[in-house]
């Protein structure tokens, strides 16, 4: 898979024919930034996580928005691209490895409000499988183990692959955040799971 082209008037013709498509999902990369962009604007975290790398995109698109951000990439050739696209960039971290292993070693480290986007699944192409086809439910358990008071915001990128199996259902998802997070607000836009502190 060619990388997303960087040229914005590509991506603007991107995201307009997702919009004249109806707005089906998945939503084009651009779209998913700028998502990403309101919630560092609304809630200013701390730092920023995500799991699934690919190219650093969506790392390179909050760079100056975070003060530290973390990205985690099970296939090896695309953490090296993208550790050597951010080396001159301290607050930002290349994590190569299993998000589902890396991540609950890394959280006990982080500040409070953090912006988690979950994103590590295999895709095909140049992405990796891990021990499942998804890390999500160890992702989410690890972060929802953390105090409810932290003020973390969590993200789920393809809301449309909870529907049981190797994810788990909307239903067990939401259950399982106001089991922990009790005030939490969890809902679905644009292909996105969106939990937030109230």
């Known amino acids: ?10 991506r603007a013709v991107r995201g307009l024919s997702w919009a004249a498509g109806g707005f089906r999902p998945p939503p084009p990369g651009a ?8 919630y560092c604007l609304r809630y200013r975290p ?5 799991t699934g790398t690919l190219y650093g995109d969506t790392t390179h698109a909050l760079r100056r928005l975070c003060p530290r951000l973390y990205t985690i990439e099970l296939a090896p050739a695309l953490a090296a691209r993208a550790a050597a696209r951010f080396e001159h960039l301290d607050r930002i971290t290349v994590l190569e490895g299993d998000s589902g292993e890396l991540l609950p070693e890394l959280v006990g480290r ?17 992405t990796a499988h891990g021990s499942t086809e998804t ?7 690890s972060i929802l183990a953390l105090p409810e008071s932290a003020g973390h915001i969590v993200l789920i990128d393809d809301a449309r692959e909870f529907v049981g ?3 788990p259902t ?3 998802l ?3 955040v106001r089991a922990r997070w009790p005030s939490y607000r969890v809902r679905v836009a644009n292909d996105s799971v969106r939990i937030t502190p109230p």
Not at 1 to 10: E, I, L, V, W
Not at 135 to 141: D, K, M, V, Y
Request: proline letters at 12%; hydrophobic letters at 45%.
């Open 1 to 10: 898979m060619p990388p997303p082209p960087r040229n914005p008037f590509a």
């Open 31 to 38: 779209v998913k930034r700028v998502l990403l962009r309101w």
């Open 46 to 50: 701390h730092a920023f996580v995500e």
């Open 110 to 126: 982080l500040p409070d409000r953090v912006l988690f986007w979950l994103d590590g699944h295999f895709s095909g192409g140049e």
């Open 135 to 141: 890390p999500i439910a160890r992702e989410l358990a």
């Open 165 to 167: 199996g190797a994810y």
């Open 170 to 172: 909307l239903g067990e």
């Open 174 to 176: 939401e259950e399982s």
